[in-house]
């Protein structure tokens, strides 16, 4: 440790701390130079191992074209259902983030308030992570983030998946929505004549980072025009 730049002999002869496999992420240079400046937005991004891991990797893809510094952390469940629904690498996916760390690093650099964020995004968020936010739990380094975004009244916006819902994961949501927490289930809008997937994908993952603030060109806002008749149009149809 140095102050006002100087070294001690006796702090130069100490020898350095092992480094467990665990903090290789934090220790990242990319992740140093968070450490002392603020930009105009920084955002905490959670996946987990509900269905949908697309929606993680599409909140990840969005704010960084918005120029916005991300900071990510996916459980072993998250990982796992990223592999298996989209066929990517875990690895890939980080390296969308400006910053990247192991679910089970607690001493990662957004694990405290002190590193000063405009909020956290989940998604997918499953109804573990649900449950362990709901009780405090601050089990590894996901729900410990939502924790700190709770205790420091910053933007939560939980991407939760599940169906159906029981009275556990209802009654979990609603103590979390009393807290001010913003609980957005990633249901399909059709207003917006989606074509694709990816259209359906775009159009939530950006009404989430509305949440925010932020003004993702993937969202088809609604026009105010109410149309008379316009079937839907599936690929089968456009393929005729
Ligand atoms: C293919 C797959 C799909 C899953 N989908 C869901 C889901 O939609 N919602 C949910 O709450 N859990 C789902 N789970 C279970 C979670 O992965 C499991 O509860 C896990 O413990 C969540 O831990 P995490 O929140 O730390 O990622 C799914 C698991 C698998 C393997």
Redesign the pocket.
């Known amino acids: 440790m140095t102050t006002g730049g100087t070294t001690s002999a006796k702090q130069r002869s100490r020898p350095q701390a092992r480094q467990s496999p665990e903090r290789r992420w934090h220790n990242d240079p990319r992740a140093e130079r968070f450490s002392s400046e603020h930009p105009a937005r920084r955002v905490v991004v959670g996946i ?5 891991a697309i929606f993680g990797i599409r909140v990840l893809e969005q704010l960084g074209d918005l120029g916005v510094e991300t900071h990510v952390c996916i ?4 990982e ?2 990223i592999e ?2 989209t066929g990517r690498r875990a690895s890939d996916v980080r390296a969308l983030a400006s910053a990247a760390y192991p ?1 089970g690093d607690l001493a990662a650099i957004p694990s405290s308030g002190s590193f000063r964020t405009d909020g956290m995004v989940i998604a ?7 449950a ?1 936010i709901a009780s405090g739990l601050s089990d ?1 380094l ?1 729900t410990r983030c939502a924790d700190v975004a709770l205790k420091e009244s910053r933007k939560l916006i939980l991407m ?4 159906p819902l029981n009275e556990i ?1 209802l009654t979990n949501m609603l103590k979390l929505a009393q807290m001010g927490v913003t609980i957005m289930p990633p249901v399909p809008a059709f207003y917006n004549h989606p074509q694709t997937i990816d259209d359906v994908v775009d159009h939530i993952v950006g009404r989430a980072l509305d949440q925010l603030g932020l003004d993702s060109p993937a969202v088809r806002r609604w026009s105010g025009e109410l149309l008379r008749h316009r079937p839907l149009q599936t690929p089968v149809d456009q393929a005729r």
């Open positions: 987990t191992g509900a269905t949908g459980s072993h469940w998250g796992r259902n298996h629904e679910a997918p968020c499953s109804m573990r992570t649900v362990a590894n996901i939760t998946r599940e169906t994961h």
